[in-house]
T-cell receptor
Framework: NAGVTQTPKFQVLKTGQSMTLQCAQDMNHNSMYWYRQDPGMGLRLIYYSASEGTTDKGEVPNGYNVSRLNKREFSLRLESAAPSQTSVYFC????????????FGDGTRLSIL | QKEVEQDPGPLSVPEGAIVSLNCTYSNSAFQYFMWYRQYSRKGPELLMYTYSSGNKEDGRFTAQVDKSSKYISLFIRDSQPSDSATYLCAMSATTQGAQKLVFGQGTRLTINP
């Protein structure tokens, strides 16, 4: 079972470059999420998609855009990367409703110089 | 001030010890409380899920929620070296659609053989 797959696993960018992080899930889940994890900060929600065709801002959306391409795929785009966006990015998915756990990918480690 | 506070540790204990991990929170609307375990270079995985106040036990793990004190705990009995990981508490107030989680900073735990 693949679960949640994130690509790439590692990336180094220069300030001002753009990049799209890809996420795909094979569990037929309705909801998908993007988080960033920084030392001492835990995971913080960037954007989420409750269902195909909808997206909403989370706690730290500035500097990011998302696309829910279809039910399986949810991408995160950095239009003009900044050093403050150096982080580990996690994608997650879950079924809708209460008592539904979120399943996480293994992350994309992004460094911006 | 963060909505969810968690002692980042690190915490180091001998094999077989009882481990207590704790989080406090400030948002009274939180109803769903989770503990995630994260191994190095991996995504978080759900360990325990509790709704409202009370205790929940699963093998060597016990989760406690005290909503009156805004305090949750995870106890690990007979700790094993394989329990060495970062433990993250997470909480949600959402009952419909996507579950917007708020995470603590995570506690890094090492169990020494």
């Amino acid at each position: 079972n693949a679960g949640v797959t994130q690509t790439p696993k590692f990336q180094v960018l220069k300030t001002g470059q753009s990049m799209t992080l890809q996420c795909a899930q094979d569990m037929n889940h309705n909801s998908m999420y993007w988080y960033r994890q920084d030392p001492g900060m835990g995971l913080r929600l960037i954007y989420y998609s409750a269902s195909e065709g909808t997206t909403d801002k989370g706690e730290v959306p500035n500097g990011y855009n998302v696309s829910r391409l279809n039910k399986r795929e949810f991408s995160l785009r950095l239009e003009s990367a900044a050093p403050s966006q150096t982080s580990v990015y996690f994608c997650a998915s879950s079924e809708s409703g209460i008592n539904q756990p979120q399943h996480f990918g293994d992350g994309t480690r992004l460094s911006i110089l | 001030q963060k909505e969810v506070e968690q002692d980042p540790g690190p915490l180091s204990v001998p094999e077989g010890a009882i481990v207590s991990l704790n989080c406090t929170y400030s948002n009274s609307a939180f109803q769903y409380f989770m503990w995630y375990r994260q191994y190095s270079r991996k995504g978080p995985e759900l360990l325990m899920y509790t709704y409202s106040s009370g205790n929940k036990e699963d093998g060597r793990f016990t989760a406690q929620v005290d909503k009156s004190s805004k305090y949750i705990s995870l106890f690990i009995r007979d700790s094993q070296p394989s329990d060495s990981a970062t433990y993250l508490c997470a909480m949600s107030a959402t009952t419909q659609g996507a579950q917007k989680l708020v995470f603590g900073q995570g506690t890094r735990l090492t169990i020494n053989p």
